[in-house]
């Protein structure tokens, strides 16, 4: 028995863990899943190569490829279905919810704001706002994390031309404490044909930090508006628990723990918990239609597939679930022991429901040894919440193959077989559909030749699913539910109080996290890093310099700086260095070539408030800065610039102040023009560095004050100079009468571009 280091927490290592003797891989595609990573390694799993074909399970940021789908064998699993965009792209996801209200009736699918997908249906939106009112929630169409929304109390508000959602605003929501909250809670679908729906026990309830205005006066104020930890964060009055039995404490709850909070205070958290089941059957129903025809075509075997969904609900003042958004990919960012508590215990549910089948041995392979242990990973599977005794104590609910062999092909039975023993290892997820009600309640929506999910009921519409030659909802119902054939008559919602009561009785206290997160500190940077430090400044100094690339990325790591002081509460300067901020992003904007409004708080707003909202607008502006960085790609070492590898060594060890230096370093020797800003729309931008103030050691935050003058190339005040430090100042500046011209944007950026190193490493160290 080993022990090692996985991100510097320690974990046993043996090979006899099951997962290395059966030798299950993973790989990791498009994705920075820190917790799923030292999950599956402290469980013995082996990452496989990013191109490798041979895999157990892959879980991918993004969609797979056609063609990788394609190829997969039946033991292999992906963690997305193909085209299950259609649910969470929010504007695809209203289109396909719409389509429902039409055919089946808006009362059966009213829980998701009324949307208008603009420019196009601003005429709607107008008419619709005539009828109701405002406010209105505009988001763009494809974005996360609260990034780009704000909220306008008339369409004029709404810049024309612009691509995005604009949702009415919930402005009665439930209040806790007089803040406004919502949830996020986890779904897993682990077959689309048959249907196989599972909602997580556990989820997130994230406040908003300033109390809830109810007149609707304080809209710009994002912090008391939208709930998203990724803003939030920055505001100074947010509180982090640091106690992870704790799931009442801070702005960031459990479910369960506020359940019960509302069922004291009298509330019907059954009715509430089976609309939210309900609000999840329907939206994924209404979109099965097409992740299902698309997964006939890619998808090779029925199990190969799976989705764990991130919903974004909000509760209103009556306790009733509004939709806001379902996520692709949910954060498995543990950035409170709260959050890896629950976190790591929905990983590691997730892949014991999925289940990472070992690749079929040849017969020669078939060790006693190997096959011993697959009995006994059978029979230590972890079943430990039930989700509905009736199920498993009612005669005939685990009617083995004998009962049904009769009846059912080879096929079908291998089918109930799978959905049962699935079901066998839900761990902590409720399955939802198939429930014991699922069948009365959703039936309707369902072809009745093929069982296929359909929007309307018109011929025409199923046109597709003709020949199809089985059922397998239906099959799956009649054969996994005990009381299928005899409940004819649709139950109403709270018909199962005490399963729903599930939902509050969770209690996570004492439930050990499937990894320890207890991360130690942050580790010393290496020797040979620290002297990359001092050296790079020599070099830079000496006359080498840096790729445009090597520039934007120290530049995004001391904005990441900028960024922490700005929400530090211990920061004294924050308001001032807030202000900075903000005028250094009204200039910066247009060097993004995406277009990037600045929207300044109002003068009245609070301090807090308002270096919440900067640092929120810096945080938007980092990101978008990041993706454009990343299109710098690389090539080699070139002569006259700073090694790579010294390069990337500083980045993982620079400070603030280094960060500073050396970008102070660079504009000097690069005629002050901010070639780390790129010259997006409005031209390439220059640091406005009166000579007379320059000095071989600035004061601290030098940098951050010039930021805020930035100029345009042609409106600089002061003459762009070549330095030499013996010279007199008025040698400057006559000097810098006759110093060439400054380079036009374009050339900046396509020399900029010409030179690019390999710089995979430093960013990775960066971001680090
Ligand atoms: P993102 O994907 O960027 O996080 P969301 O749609 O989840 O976008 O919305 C972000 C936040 O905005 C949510 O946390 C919620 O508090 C608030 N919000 C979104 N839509 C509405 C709405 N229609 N009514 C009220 N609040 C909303």
Same mark, same amino acid.
């Given at each position: 028995m080993l022990v090692k280091e996985i991100d510097s927490i320690k974990v046993l290592e043996s090979c006899h863990m099951p997962a290395r003797m059966l030798k299950i891989t993973y790989k990791l595609v498009n994705t920075e899943t820190k917790l799923l990573h030292r999950l599956l390694q402290a469980h013995g799993l082996q990452e496989a190569p990013t191109d490798a074909k041979e895999f157990n399970l892959m879980w991918a940021g993004l969609h797979p490829k056609p063609d990788v789908l394609r190829s997969l064998t039946p033991y292999q699993r992906v963690n997305h279905f193909p085209r299950s965009y259609e649910l969470t792209r929010k504007d695809k996801l209203f289109k396909n919810i719409e389509k429902m209200q039409y055919f089946r009736g808006l009362k059966h699918f009213d829980f998701i704001p009324t949307t208008f997908l603009m420019p196009g249906e601003y005429k709607e939106l107008c008419t619709t706002h005539y009828r109701t009112k405002g406010p209105w929630i505009v988001k763009p169409a494809a974005s996360s994390r609260g990034r780009g929304i704000y909220i306008v109390n008339t369409p004029e508000q709404i810049p024309k031309g612009e691509n995005v959602v604009v949702a009415k605003y919930i402005d009665k929501p439930l209040l806790i404490g007089g803040h406004k909250c919502d949830l996020r809670l986890y779904v897993c679908v682990t077959s689309i044909d048959p249907l196989l729906i599972y909602l997580y026990e556990e989820g997130l309830v994230r406040f908003a930090t300033v109390k809830y205005d109810k007149t609707n006066k304080n809209l710009w104020n994002p912090c008391m508006h939208l709930c998203n930890y990724s803003i939030n964060k920055y505001h100074t009055d947010y509180i982090k628990c640091d106690d992870p039995n704790a799931g009442n404490i801070g702005h960031k709850w459990t479910l369960s723990a506020l359940l019960r909070h509302l069922r004291k205070q009298g509330r019907n958290t059954a009715a509430l918990m089976a609309a939210v089941e309900d609000l999840v059957v329907k939206s994924i129903l209404s979109s099965?239609?097409?992740?299902?025809?698309?997964?006939?075509?890619?998808?090779?075997?029925?199990?190969?597939?799976?989705?764990?969904?991130?919903?974004?609900?909000?509760?209103?003042?009556? !306790?009733?679930?509004?939709?806001?958004?379902?996520?692709?990919?949910?954060?498995?960012?543990?950035?409170?022991?709260?959050?890896?508590?629950?976190?790591?215990?929905?990983?590691?549910?997730?892949?014991?429901?999925?289940?990472?089948?070992?690749?079929?041995?040849?017969?020669?392979?078939?060790?006693?040894?190997?096959?011993?242990?697959?009995?006994?990973?059978?029979?230590?599977?972890?079943?430990?919440?039930?989700?509905?005794?009736?199920?498993?104590?009612?005669?005939?609910?685990?009617?083995?193959?004998?009962?049904?062999?009769?009846?059912?092909?080879?096929?079908?039975?291998?089918?109930?077989?799978?959905?049962?023993?699935?079901?066998?290892?839900?761990?902590?997820?409720?399955?939802?559909?198939?429930?014991?009600?699922?069948?009365?309640?959703?039936?309707?929506?369902?072809?009745?030749?093929?069982?296929?999910?359909?929007?309307?009921?018109?011929?025409?519409?199923?046109?597709?699913?003709?020949?199809?030659?089985?059922?397998?909802?239906?099959?799956?119902?009649?054969?996994?539910?005990?009381?299928?054939?005899?409940?004819?008559?649709?139950?109403s919602l709270t018909d199962t109080p005490q399963r729903l009561k599930r939902y509050e009785a969770v209690c996570i206290a004492g439930a050990a996290p499937a990894v320890q997160l207890c991360d130690s500190p942050a580790p010393q940077p290496p020797r040979d890093a620290r002297r990359a430090k001092d050296l790079v400044k020599?070099?830079?100094?000496?006359?080498?310099?840096?790729?445009?690339?090597?520039?934007?990325?120290? #530049?995004?790591?001391?904005?990441?700086?900028?960024?922490?002081?700005?929400?530090?509460?211990?920061?004294?300067?924050?308001?001032?260095?807030?202000?900075?901020? !903000?005028? #250094?992003?009204?200039?910066?904007?247009?060097?993004?070539?995406?277009?990037?409004?600045v929207k300044g708080p109002p003068a009245k707003m609070c301090d807090k408030d308002r270096c919440a909202v900067i640092a929120k607008q810096l945080n938007d502006f980092l990101y978008m800065y990041y993706r454009e960085t990343d299109l710098y790609t690389d090539s080699e070492d070139r002569a006259g610039c700073v090694a790579n590898i010294h390069f990337a060594q500083f980045l993982h060890s620079a400070s603030e102040a280094d960060l500073e230096d050396v970008l102070l370093l660079l504009l000097r020797t690069q005629n002050y023009v901010a070639t780390f800003l790129g010259d997006g729309r409005g031209g390439a931008l220059c640091v406005d560095l009166p000579p007379a103030r320059r000095a071989p050691h600035p004061p601290r935050h030098t940098l951050l004050r010039h930021l805020a003058a930035l100029a345009h190339v042609n409106c600089r005040k002061y003459r762009p100079e070549v330095e030499t430090s013996s010279r007199s100042e008025q040698e400057e500046t006559s000097s810098a009468d006759s110093a060439p011209p400054f380079v036009s944007s374009e050339l900046v950026l396509k020399e900029s571009l010409k030179e690019e190193k390999p710089l995979n490493l430093a960013l990775k160290y960066a971001r680090s």
């Open positions: 099965a239609q097409t992740i299902t025809a698309a997964a006939r075509v890619f998808v090779p075997s029925l199990f190969n597939c799976f989705e764990l969904f991130g919903y974004d609900i909000l509760i209103d003042d009556m !306790l009733k679930p509004w939709l806001l958004e379902i996520n692709l990919s949910p954060s498995l960012a543990c950035e409170s022991p709260l959050d890896a508590r629950v976190k790591s215990a929905l990983l590691a549910d997730t892949l014991t429901l999925v289940g990472l089948p070992a690749m079929p041995t040849s017969k020669n392979d078939a060790s006693p040894q190997t096959n011993s242990l697959k009995m006994r990973i059978g029979a230590c599977r972890r079943v430990h919440s039930a989700e509905n005794a009736c199920v498993r104590g009612k005669p005939g609910a685990q009617g083995g193959a004998a009962a049904l062999g009769g009846l059912l092909t080879g096929e079908e039975l291998r089918l109930v077989r799978a959905v049962r023993a699935q079901y066998s290892r839900r761990g902590g997820f409720v399955r939802i559909f198939p429930s014991q009600n699922s069948w009365q309640k959703y039936s309707q929506y369902l072809d009745p030749v093929s069982g296929v999910p359909v929007c309307s009921t018109s011929l025409n519409n199923n046109a597709p699913y003709t020949v199809v030659p089985h059922n397998y909802n239906l099959l799956v119902h009649s054969h996994v539910l005990p009381h299928f054939q005899h409940a004819t008559v649709a139950t020599k070099q830079l100094s000496d006359g080498l310099t840096l790729t445009t690339g090597e520039v934007r990325r120290a #530049f995004g790591l001391y904005l990441t700086h900028v960024l922490k002081r700005v929400s530090s509460p211990s920061n004294e300067l924050a308001v001032q260095h807030a202000a900075l901020v !903000l005028r #250094f992003l009204r200039r910066a904007s247009s060097s993004l070539r995406m277009p990037y409004n």
